[in-house]
């Protein structure tokens, strides 16, 4: 919005110094650029959650499921970067000892086929970390601290609370704080299981339960706002970790298959950034804070 105000500014200056009217002028048009760019923002705003959206993402959800259970039951391709070839993955293991994060774009087919979602997209990435010198505990006690996750994981998480707690299966609420372009404030809650796999190896499968785009965040007339009037900048939002201590370390994996609305012609310069890059610099992120947060 700032750049289109300054255009419009350097385009009317020049009138604007010929006479008062023309000052008077140059007002008037300012406050209407303005006034535009709020409005289209506020427009992007109000859309639609469509049932075949939804029918199309839990499909994508439940296939993704299926070969996730897969391989987790034969004790294969624990990482993504264990399908690579061998050369590639020699070269991927090597990146995240020296402390690279390695993510990778994936996609789920059905037969084979695209599975098409209309009124929507679905963003598909998975991250790889390593953290050297941590054990399997010291990481499940940083992921299942969810009452500190706004200190671990801030400015993306600004608020964290764990609302109900039965071994392996917690109930949190988590309030993401996302900018790019634009900012977005977005109340969560997310039922989260931990599975055991063996001495070395844990997994945990989340899903969030609800999701709401906060109207006026942090002031006095802060509230949520309905199904149809939010932007649709996250819709759903599905989560897969695994963790593997080894090599004088331990492996973590966050795969996350997310649902937000599509971009609609004209707008792509407001909320395109922000709706195909956060995916991927959100897990990004998260894996990099989970390796700060683990004692060594």
């Not at 309030?175 to 055991?196: A, C, G, P, S």
């Not at 609305?261 to 922000?274: A, E, K, M, Y």
């Amino acid at each position: 919005m700032a750049r289109i105000s300054e255009r419009f500014a350097g385009q009317l200056a020049c009138a604007a110094d010929t006479c008062s009217a023309g000052l008077l002028l140059f007002g008037v048009l300012l406050t209407f650029a303005l006034g535009l760019s709020v409005q289209e923002a506020a427009g992007a705003g109000a859309v639609n959650l469509r049932p075949e959206t939804v029918t199309a993402f839990d499909e994508y959800v439940k296939l993704t499921d299926a070969r996730s259970n897969e391989e987790l039951r034969r004790g294969m391709n624990l990482l993504w970067i264990d399908a690579l070839p061998e050369s590639d993955r020699t070269q991927a293991y090597e990146a995240l000892r020296r402390g690279e994060v390695k993510v990778q774009r994936l996609e789920t087919r059905e037969n084979g086929q695209k599975i098409q979602c209309p009124g929507g997209m679905i963003h598909h990435w998975a991250g790889v970390v390593f953290i050297p010198g941590a054990k399997l505990q010291d990481v499940l006690r940083v992921l299942q601290d969810y009452d500190h996750h706004a200190q671990y994981y801030a400015p993306d998480v600004e608020r964290s609370k764990i609302e109900s707690h039965d071994d392996d299966h917690f109930l949190v609420f988590l309030r993401f704080r996302r900018h790019k372009v634009i900012t977005v404030v977005l109340n969560t809650k997310h039922d989260v299981r931990y599975f055991r796999d063996s001495e070395t190896r844990e997994h945990s499968r989340s899903s969030a339960v609800h999701i709401a785009e906060v109207a006026n965040p942090s002031k006095p007339n802060e509230r949520e706002k309905a199904p149809g009037e939010d932007g649709g900048f996250l819709w759903r939002m599905e989560t897969w970790w695994r963790m593997e201590e080894r090599d004088g370390g331990v492996y973590v994996q966050s795969e996350v298959v997310s649902l937000t609305r599509d971009i609609p012609v004209g707008l792509g310069w407001l909320i395109g950034p922000f709706v195909t890059s956060i995916p991927k610099e959100t897990l990004t992120f998260t894996l990099e804070a989970t390796r700060r947060a683990v004692p060594r």
